[in-house]
Protein backbone atom coordinates (compact mmCIF):
# COMPACT_ATOMS: atom_id res chain seq x y z
CA UNK A 1 0.00 0.00 0.00
CA UNK A 2 1.02 3.69 -0.64
CA UNK A 3 2.59 5.42 2.23
CA UNK A 4 1.73 9.17 2.61
CA UNK A 5 3.05 11.03 5.59
CA UNK A 6 2.09 14.64 7.05
CA UNK A 7 4.61 15.93 8.67
CA UNK A 8 3.95 19.08 10.82
CA UNK A 9 5.67 21.49 13.43
CA UNK A 10 4.13 21.03 16.67
CA UNK A 11 0.93 18.98 18.03
CA UNK A 12 -2.83 20.59 17.61
CA UNK A 13 -3.29 23.01 19.96
CA UNK A 14 -6.92 23.10 20.22
CA UNK A 15 -7.63 19.58 21.53
CA UNK A 16 -11.73 20.01 20.35
CA UNK A 17 -10.03 19.30 16.84
CA UNK A 18 -8.31 16.31 18.08
CA UNK A 19 -11.57 13.67 17.05
CA UNK A 20 -11.76 15.48 13.85
CA UNK A 21 -8.28 15.33 12.85
CA UNK A 22 -8.84 11.25 13.74
CA UNK A 23 -11.71 10.71 12.00
CA UNK A 24 -10.24 11.96 8.78
CA UNK A 25 -6.85 9.67 9.51
CA UNK A 26 -9.18 6.92 9.30
CA UNK A 27 -11.08 7.50 6.50
CA UNK A 28 -7.57 8.16 4.68
CA UNK A 29 -5.91 5.33 5.41
CA UNK A 30 -8.86 3.14 4.25
CA UNK A 31 -7.22 4.63 0.42
CA UNK A 32 -3.62 4.92 1.71
CA UNK A 33 -1.16 4.01 4.89
CA UNK A 34 -1.48 7.85 6.08
CA UNK A 35 0.34 9.08 8.95
CA UNK A 36 0.97 12.07 10.78
CA UNK A 37 4.37 13.13 12.01
CA UNK A 38 4.52 15.96 14.61
CA UNK A 39 7.50 17.27 15.12
CA UNK A 40 8.74 18.61 18.55
CA UNK A 41 7.80 22.64 18.45
CA UNK A 42 10.93 24.67 19.64
CA UNK A 43 10.89 27.89 21.63
CA UNK A 44 13.13 30.43 20.35
CA UNK A 45 12.70 34.50 20.07
CA UNK A 46 15.23 34.46 17.00
CA UNK A 47 13.02 33.49 13.93
CA UNK A 48 15.96 32.23 12.47
CA UNK A 49 17.54 30.12 14.42
CA UNK A 50 14.09 28.81 14.56
CA UNK A 51 13.08 27.84 11.05
CA UNK A 52 17.19 26.07 11.08
CA UNK A 53 16.08 23.90 13.51
CA UNK A 54 13.09 23.37 12.24
CA UNK A 55 14.35 22.59 8.77
CA UNK A 56 16.68 20.16 10.49
CA UNK A 57 14.38 18.56 11.70
CA UNK A 58 12.05 18.03 8.65
CA UNK A 59 15.57 17.17 6.83
CA UNK A 60 15.63 14.40 9.48
CA UNK A 61 12.56 12.85 8.67
CA UNK A 62 12.71 12.73 4.94
CA UNK A 63 13.92 9.14 2.97
CA UNK A 64 15.53 9.61 -0.22
CA UNK A 65 13.16 8.69 -2.10
CA UNK A 66 10.39 10.68 -0.54
CA UNK A 67 8.21 12.95 -3.04
CA UNK A 68 8.16 16.03 -0.54
CA UNK A 69 5.08 18.80 -1.42
CA UNK A 70 5.61 21.88 0.80
CA UNK A 71 2.30 22.70 1.56
CA UNK A 72 3.43 27.07 0.94
CA UNK A 73 0.89 30.31 0.45
CA UNK A 74 3.54 31.18 -2.05
CA UNK A 75 3.29 27.14 -4.29
CA UNK A 76 1.11 26.18 -7.26
CA UNK A 77 -2.87 26.37 -6.56
CA UNK A 78 -5.04 23.68 -7.49
CA UNK A 79 -8.65 22.49 -7.43
CA UNK A 80 -9.45 19.25 -6.21
CA UNK A 81 -10.08 17.44 -9.20
CA UNK A 82 -6.45 19.14 -10.35
CA UNK A 83 -5.12 18.30 -7.16
CA UNK A 84 -6.27 14.26 -7.17
CA UNK A 85 -5.22 14.32 -10.64
CA UNK A 86 -1.75 15.55 -9.60
CA UNK A 87 -1.60 13.17 -6.40
CA UNK A 88 -2.79 10.13 -8.42
CA UNK A 89 0.23 10.93 -10.76
CA UNK A 90 2.40 11.18 -7.75
CA UNK A 91 1.24 7.63 -6.03
CA UNK A 92 1.07 6.32 -9.23
CA UNK A 93 4.84 6.62 -10.94
CA UNK A 94 6.66 7.44 -7.39
CA UNK A 95 8.49 4.61 -5.61
CA UNK A 96 9.25 6.70 -2.63
CA UNK A 97 6.18 8.22 0.39
CA UNK A 98 4.77 11.21 -0.73
CA UNK A 99 5.67 13.83 2.20
CA UNK A 100 3.31 16.79 2.97
CA UNK A 101 4.98 19.73 5.34
CA UNK A 102 3.52 22.19 7.08
CA UNK A 103 6.38 24.81 8.66
CA UNK A 104 6.40 26.31 11.90
CA UNK A 105 4.35 29.62 12.45
CA UNK A 106 7.62 31.37 11.16
CA UNK A 107 7.63 28.74 8.02
CA UNK A 108 9.69 26.43 6.13
CA UNK A 109 13.50 26.96 6.23
CA UNK A 110 15.69 27.62 2.94
CA UNK A 111 17.35 24.97 4.01
CA UNK A 112 14.72 22.67 3.06
CA UNK A 113 14.31 23.94 -0.55
CA UNK A 114 16.70 21.32 -2.40
CA UNK A 115 14.60 18.82 -0.94
CA UNK A 116 10.95 20.33 -1.66
CA UNK A 117 9.80 18.82 -5.05
CA UNK A 118 6.81 21.11 -5.15
CA UNK A 119 5.04 23.85 -3.13
CA UNK A 120 0.77 23.43 -3.14
CA UNK A 121 -0.86 26.74 -2.33
CA UNK A 122 -4.34 26.06 -0.54
CA UNK A 123 -4.55 30.25 -0.36
CA UNK A 124 -3.16 33.15 -0.55
CA UNK A 125 -4.84 33.64 3.27
CA UNK A 126 -3.10 32.67 6.26
CA UNK A 127 -4.66 29.63 8.57
CA UNK A 128 -3.81 28.75 11.69
CA UNK A 129 -1.98 25.98 11.74
CA UNK A 130 -4.55 23.89 13.67
CA UNK A 131 -7.05 24.59 11.64
CA UNK A 132 -5.44 23.90 8.36
CA UNK A 133 -4.28 20.94 9.27
CA UNK A 134 -8.02 20.07 9.29
CA UNK A 135 -8.36 21.54 6.18
CA UNK A 136 -5.91 20.06 4.70
CA UNK A 137 -6.66 16.13 6.04
CA UNK A 138 -10.46 16.99 4.56
CA UNK A 139 -9.22 17.71 1.16
CA UNK A 140 -6.70 14.63 1.01
CA UNK A 141 -9.70 12.70 1.95
CA UNK A 142 -11.38 14.66 -0.78
CA UNK A 143 -8.89 13.81 -3.18
CA UNK A 144 -9.07 9.80 -2.47
CA UNK A 145 -12.67 9.96 -3.00
CA UNK A 146 -12.39 11.72 -6.39
CA UNK A 147 -9.60 9.44 -7.45
CA UNK A 148 -11.61 6.34 -6.39
CA UNK A 149 -14.66 7.86 -8.03
CA UNK A 150 -16.61 7.87 -4.68
CA UNK A 151 -19.56 10.76 -4.40
CA UNK A 152 -18.21 12.50 -1.49
CA UNK A 153 -16.74 15.39 -3.04
CA UNK A 154 -19.70 16.83 -4.74
Request: hydrophobic letters at 45%; a positive charge.
Amino acid sequence: MKKIELICIGNLKFKKLKPLEENFIKKINFFVDFKVKNLKEIKLKNEDILMGKEGKMILESLNTKDFVIALDKYGKKMDSIGFAKFLSDKISFYSGRVVFLIGGFVGLSKILDDRIDFKLSFSDMTFSHDLFRIVFLEQLYRIFTIIKGIKYHR
